[in-house]
């Protein structure tokens, strides 16, 4: 009735548990977390929930600025508030928050609102890629186009090299799905 599965890196688990869910099967991981519960996978999937639903807000918070990118806690609060003032998602309210900030004569807010806008491009531009590749094709260009592979990669690490194994096993994943 019971039995034990050991795995000696975080990113085998996912194939268990993937198989584990898809059979109703309960399960419970000791001295460590669910693949699904690593930082490294909680990013990609939120940034592939704003490219399919821009208007998720908890995805829009999650990414806005990770990698780093120049949009600190007061621009996301900024463009929150405007949000909730106008009923709006994030994702709506960034373009208000762009178009005043364009005609403001103070530096400071155009390069906010510069950063703001290359950030929508990218989710924008990734979106519209999601149409032309395969899931795979896609996971992995919007990996390296985020700039999560390269972070990771940067900081040579052995929690890094995890890291970026966990991606990548993700990655095989989307592409079994689809195969599937």
Same mark, same amino acid.
């Given at each position: 009735n019971e039995v034990v599965v050991l795995y000696r890196t975080n990113n085998q688990s996912a194939v268990m548990e993937s198989a584990l869910r898809k059979r109703a099967i309960p399960y419970r991981i000791y001295k460590g977390s669910s693949f699904y519960d690593h930082k490294e996978i909680k990013?990609? #999937?939120?940034?592939i929930r704003l490219v399919i639903n821009p208007k @998720?807000?908890?995805a829009f918070k999650r990414v806005v600025n990770y990698p780093a990118r120049g949009i600190g806690d007061t621009t996301v609060g900024r463009?929150?508030? #405007?949000a909730k003032e106008r009923g709006?998602?994030?994702?709506?309210?960034?373009?208000?928050?762009?178009a005043e900030a364009a005609t403001l004569g103070d530096a400071m807010q155009r390069t906010i609102a510069r950063k703001v806008t290359e950030f929508v491009n990218l989710i924008r531009s990734l979106g519209e890629?999601?149409?032309d590749k395969t899931?795979? @094709?896609?996971? #992995?260009? #919007?990996?390296?186009?985020t700039g999560i592979l390269a972070l990771y990669r940067q900081e040579n690490t052995p929690e890094s090299a995890s890291a970026i194994d966990n991606i990548e096993e993700l990655l095989?994943?989307?592409?079994?799905f689809r195969e599937q």
């Open positions: 990013d990609v #999937l939120a940034y @998720d807000d908890e463009i929150a508030e #405007l709006q998602s994030m994702w709506e309210a960034v373009d208000t928050l762009v890629a999601r149409n899931l795979y @094709d896609f996971g #992995l260009e #919007l990996a390296s186009r095989n994943s989307m592409q079994l």
